[in-house]
């Protein structure tokens, strides 16, 4: 709520239909047609790095979390050996 207050007082809302002809026509005029294939690309890898490494994050810490149930399920049944 706070944040449409602020965007109401600013004037500031997505960009419309002729907004982004004139930021495309803009980034044409300044990449040029050759350099913006090779800034996709760019971009294209590194938020495939950036998910790759969130993945791999994510693995790391589901694994340390099922490491420690399993630690703490082992050390349960060996001091309460007569529940099995």
Excluded at 10 to 29: D, K, N, Q, R
Excluded at 48 to 60: I, L, Y
């Amino acid at each position: 709520m706070l944040i449409a207050i602020f965007n109401t007082l600013l004037m500031i809302s997505m960009p419309g239909g002729t907004e982004w002809i004139l930021i495309v026509l803009a980034v044409l005029i300044l990449f040029g047609g050759r350099k913006i294939p090779e800034f996709m690309r760019g971009l294209g890898k590194g938020i495939r790095e950036f998910n790759d490494a969130k993945t791999n994050v994510k693995k790391e810490i589901e694994e340390g979390m099922n490491e420690k149930d399993t630690k703490e399920s082992l050390r349960e049944k060996q001091t309460n050996p007569s529940s099995n």
